[in-house]
């Protein structure tokens, strides 16, 4: 089914409205939720041409789904890429990224501070196919650019973290990866398109988990990969088509809806995020707070240029404590005396979310992996959601003003 057909030049804003394919012949305001798993042929001979691929039209849900169709179009045009491809989750994303573009022999660098199950991911499932991960510091692009290798594909990053929201230079990484040949692709769940479009800054490949600010209201599991039209066609779609990573047409329904209101929601969570950090600096139980929008981050600079002076909805602190072994009790303390946010490492909701880094969402990786990756026992992840600033402070002020100094 075809895109419809939208005036040149529209904004993002209006694209986060009005692309999809063309309504049914109901003429349907809302777009439909096309719940099936196949779809009738309407004679033997298109049936046949269909599957040599010689015409358009939908088959099975598995190889293509309109409702599908219409997620993938609504996001590559807020990302200002080509096409995308829509997956079952955003590890599967991930995971259909390296099946398109490594093989035995490969070397992948990689950011030591990406999500836990990229790491591995790339370190583990990855290496049982005879592809090599080096894991390199984020911010540090000579050490990117050190670990290059001959047989290195692929570079990828994601940024800013989760959770110390450090914030890597995409166009330096661009380059980096584009004089060797090799591919650059960017998890970009944090900032969500509203905020930052790494393919302005030459990045070949833009990675989603829709499960979070495009989704927004943390509903469903989706995935994405965002890139040129030839990529789908050639690498990703027929390794879809065959493994059935694939997203549901519910679950991509509601990334659609969602992204009608990612900007707006995006805005208001960001600017209460700033406004938390900004009051998190300044309590006594607080060792330090990371957050791009400030000015004490290391790359507030840069995070202000690449995504669009925003500093992002997700920050972390760290609880002080004067005894290490203590510092994950103190952490505890804090999230367990919140009544209103939710204790979940979920993130991209317009519910905040609170949770501890270390024991959740970096517990599966070794101790080394976590150290490397910054993320210590005393280190509280928070996710600002839409609720009234004053709450959010008094939430947190429950657990910090009752701990022993
Ligand atoms: C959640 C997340 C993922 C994985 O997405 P799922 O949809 O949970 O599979 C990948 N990268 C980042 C940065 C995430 O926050």
Avoid at 204 to 233: N, P
Avoid at 308 to 334: I, M, W
Wanted: proline share 5%.
């Amino acid at each position: 089914m075809t895109a419809k057909i939208l005036p040149p030049d529209l904004h993002r804003d209006t694209l986060a409205l009005r692309t999809s394919i063309e309504p049914s012949q109901y003429g349907e305001n809302s777009e439909t939720m096309y719940l099936t798993s196949s779809f009738i042929q309407p004679d033997a001979v298109t049936a046949a041409r269909r599957f040599a691929q010689e015409e358009e039209g939908y088959m099975y849900t598995r190889v293509g789904n309109p409702t599908v169709t219409s997620m993938e179009l609504r996001l590559a045009a807020l990302e200002g890429t080509e096409a995308a491809i829509a997956t079952s989750s955003g590890m599967a994303a991930i995971l259909l990224l390296g099946m398109g573009l490594l093989k035995a022999g490969d070397h992948v660098v990689c950011s030591q501070s990406v999500f836990g199950s990229t790491i591995r991911l790339f370190s583990v499932e990855f290496a049982k196919f005879g592809i090599r991960t080096s894991f390199v510091a984020q911010s540090d692009v000579s050490a990117w650019a050190a670990a290059m290798g001959p047989d290195t594909k692929l570079l990828f990053a994601e940024t800013p973290t989760n959770p110390l929201t450090d914030v890597c230079d995409i166009q330096a990484l661009a380059d980096v990866a584009h004089q060797a040949g090799a591919k650059l692709a960017v998890d970009n769940c944090f900032c969500s398109p509203a905020l930052q479009q790494p393919v302005r800054f030459g990045a070949d490949y833009i990675i989603h988990s829709g499960t979070k600010y495009l989704d927004g209201q943390g509903r469903v599991v989706a995935g994405a990969i965002c890139c040129s039209q030839k990529d789908v066609d050639d690498l990703f779609l027929p390794i879809t088509r065959t493994a059935g990573m694939v997203l549901s047409p519910f679950n991509a329904w509601v990334v659609l809806k969602g992204m009608e209101t990612l900007a707006v929601r995006m805005h208001a969570q960001c600017a209460n995020a700033l406004a938390l950090a900004t009051w998190l600096q300044h309590q006594p139980q607080v060792a330090r707070v990371h957050y791009p929008g400030l000015a004490s981050h290391p790359q507030h600079a840069l995070a202000m240029r690449q995504q669009s002076g925003s500093g992002g909805p997700v920050l972390a602190f760290e609880v002080k404590s004067q005894d290490p072994t203590a510092a994950r009790a103190r952490a505890f303390h804090v999230i367990d005396s919140t009544k209103v946010c939710s204790i979940t490492t979920n993130l991209g909701d317009t519910k905040t979310t609170i949770c501890h880094p270390a024991s959740t969402s970096h517990a599966r990786i070794t101790e080394p992996q976590r150290q490397a990756a910054g993320v210590v026992q005393g280190l509280v992840r928070v996710a600002v959601g839409l609720e009234h600033l004053d709450d959010l402070k008094t939430d947190l002020l429950r657990g910090l003003n009752s701990l022993a100094a």
